[in-house]
Nanobody, 114 residues
Framework: QVQLVESGGGLVQAGGSLRLSCAASGIIFSAKYMAWYRQAPGKQRELVAGISYGGTTNYAVSVKGRFTISRDNARNMVYLQMNSLKPEDTAVYLC????????WGQGTQVTVSS
């Protein structure tokens, strides 16, 4: 079955950086669009960034220019480099892939202090 495992979250001061990782298994990784979402307390889950199998990327307006999504098809990994972090980036960040259904990891907490 599909398994997604996120890592790399933590507590960082505003202006700092973090790099999130997502290890995927149970899928033909190289053929899949991969995405990062986030969910803050009391807010809806939102798409942060996505990357196609060919490397085409898309970003939420709120993170464009600060975050970079990338993938390593040989290692079945997808990454999210987050720079210039703001307190409003605080959320649980989740890795997602759609097969016949939407699949989610357990998430990794990112907390940005002001």
């Amino acid at each position: 079955q599909v398994q997604l495992v996120e890592s790399g979250g933590g507590l960082v001061q505003a202006g700092g950086s973090l790099r999130l990782s997502c290890a995927a298994s149970g899928i033909i990784f190289s053929a899949k669009y991969m995405a990062w979402y986030r969910q803050a307390p009391g807010k809806q889950r939102e798409l942060v960034a996505g990357i196609s199998y060919g490397g085409t990327t898309n970003y939420a307006v709120s993170v464009k220019g600060r975050f970079t999504i990338s993938r390593d098809n040989a290692r079945n990994m997808v990454y999210l480099q987050m720079n210039s972090l703001k307190p409003e980036d605080t959320a649980v960040y989740l890795c997602n892939v759609y097969t016949s259904t939407s699949n989610w990891g357990q998430g990794t907490q990112v907390t940005v202090s002001s």
